[in-house]
C-alpha cells in the first residue's frame, strides 16, 4: 500500500469548512484512497473512500487530484463532536488481504467553539 | 446495538499473566480483524480471519499472542506471559467480502494495562 502523509495537526472554528490534506504521491492506478477517523478513546469510524472522482456523502466530501498524488476531505460545516484524529490510508482493494488497513499517524483535527 | 462489540473494555493485569480478550462482529460480516494501537500512534494490524480461517498474521504478533475464530463468528485474543509493552488498546474490526469491499467497522477497543 501507498505512503500517505499529512499534517500532524490542525484548527478549526465551529461552523466552517475543514479541510484536511493528504499527499500520496505513490498512489498506484489500483489503489482507492480512504479516510477513517478516531475520536479519542473510540475505535476507527470509516468516512469516505474513492477512486478518481470526487466522492459525497453525508458525512464529508473527498476531492483527489486529476494526477491522484494528493487528495482533500472536507467537512463543510465542522461541530466540536468532529474533533477527532483523521487518518489518509491507500490501498488495493484485493480479496487476499480483505480490509486491512495500514494507518499512519493522521491528522489531530481540533474544532474550536 | 448491532455494531462491533468488544469485551472487556478495560484490563489491568500483572506482568506475566494470561489475558484474553472477545470480539463480537457484526452478525453478517465473515471478515474479521485485530489491530494493536499504541499511544499517539494510528492502530497497526495484528491478524485476520476470513469466516473461521486465519489468512494473515502481521510479524508483530509473537508466539505469545494467539488469535482464534472457531465458529466463523466471534473471535478471542490470548496474550500469554504478559509483558509491560504489550499494554495498548486492542481493537476488532469486522468487514463483509465482496468484489469492492468496503469499510471495515471498529469496535471500541479493550485497553490492556500490564503493571
Known amino acids: 500500500d501507498a505512503k500517505t502523509t499529512q499534517p500532524t495537526s490542525m484548527d478549526c472554528a465551529e461552523g466552517r469548512a475543514a479541510n484536511l490534506p493528504c499527499n500520496h504521491s505513490t498512489i498506484s492506478g489500483n489503489e482507492y484512497v480512504y479516510w477513517y477517523r478516531q475520536i479519542h478513546s473510540q475505535g476507527p469510524q470509516y468516512i469516505i473512500h474513492g477512486l478518481k472522482n470526487n466522492e459525497t456523502n453525508e458525512m464529508a466530501s473527498l476531492i483527489i487530484t486529476e494526477d491522484r498524488k494528493s487528495s482533500t476531505l472536507i467537512l463543510p460545516h465542522a461541530t466540536l463532536r468532529d474533533t477527532a484524529v483523521y487518518y489518509c490510508?491507500?490501498?488495493?482493494?484485493?480479496?487476499?488481504?480483505?480490509?486491512?488497513?495500514?494507518f499512519g499517524e493522521g491528522t489531530q483535527l481540533t474544532v474550536n467553539p | 446495538d448491532t455494531g462491533v462489540s468488544q469485551n472487556p473494555r478495560h484490563k489491568i493485569t500483572k506482568r506475566g499473566q494470561n489475558v484474553t480478550f472477545r470480539c463480537d462482529p457484526i452478525?453478517?460480516?465473515?471478515?474479521l480483524y485485530w489491530y494493536r494501537q499504541t499511544l499517539g500512534q494510528g492502530p497497526e494490524f495484528l491478524t485476520y480471519?476470513?469466516?473461521?480461517?486465519?489468512?494473515?498474521k502481521s510479524r508483530l504478533l509473537s508466539d505469545r499472542f494467539s488469535a482464534e475464530r472457531p465458529k466463523g463468528s466471534f473471535s478471542t485474543l490470548e496474550i500469554q506471559r504478559t509483558e509491560q509493552g504489550d499494554s495498548a488498546m486492542y481493537l476488532c474490526a469486522s468487514s463483509l467480502q465482496g468484489a469492492l469491499s468496503t469499510e471495515a467497522f471498529f469496535g471500541q477497543g479493550t485497553r490492556l494495562t500490564v503493571v
Open positions: 480471519f476470513q469466516n473461521e480461517a486465519q489468512l494473515e
Open positions: 490510508i491507500v490501498r488495493v482493494l484485493q480479496e487476499t488481504s480483505g480490509s486491512r488497513l495500514t
Open positions: 452478525s453478517e460480516h465473515n471478515r
